[in-house]
């Protein structure tokens, strides 16, 4: 069983930047791959960016692509995501997840979620 907990998010103007983390519990966090998902009000939940489990491959939405920054830290079991440039459009709650598999799409373990608020 993976335990997954964001925190860093909180309010900032447009054009701001945040930096979001997401501890782990387990000891599996090394072989897992990893991603960061948002959900705004009245939408489904989207793909954000994702990290493989060695950290070498990095993969974004084409709408934070250049402005976001997803890292890990396989010694603490962290992965980071760091915004910059915000944007209004990025408010919303985002969550980390874990899967065991990068061939399938389906994550196994989801955090709790952590709210983003870009101001105009």
């Known amino acids: 069983q993976v335990q997954l907990v964001e925190s860093g998010g909180g309010l900032v103007q447009a054009g701001g930047s945040l930096r979001l983390s997401c501890a782990a519990s387990g000891d599996t966090f090394s072989r897992m791959f990893l991603g960061w998902f948002r959900q705004a009000p009245g939408k489904e939940r989207e793909f954000v960016a994702s990290?493989?489990?060695?950290?070498?491959?990095?993969y974004y939405a084409d709408s934070v692509k250049g402005r976001f920054t997803i890292s890990r830290d396989n010694a603490k079991a962290t992965v980071s995501l760091q915004m910059n440039s915000l944007k209004p459009e990025d408010t919303a709650v985002y969550y980390c997840a874990a899967k065991y598999s990068v061939y399938v799409l389906k994550y196994d373990y989801w955090g709790q979620g952590t709210q983003v608020t870009v101001s105009s």
């Open positions: 990290v493989s489990s060695g950290g070498e491959s990095t």
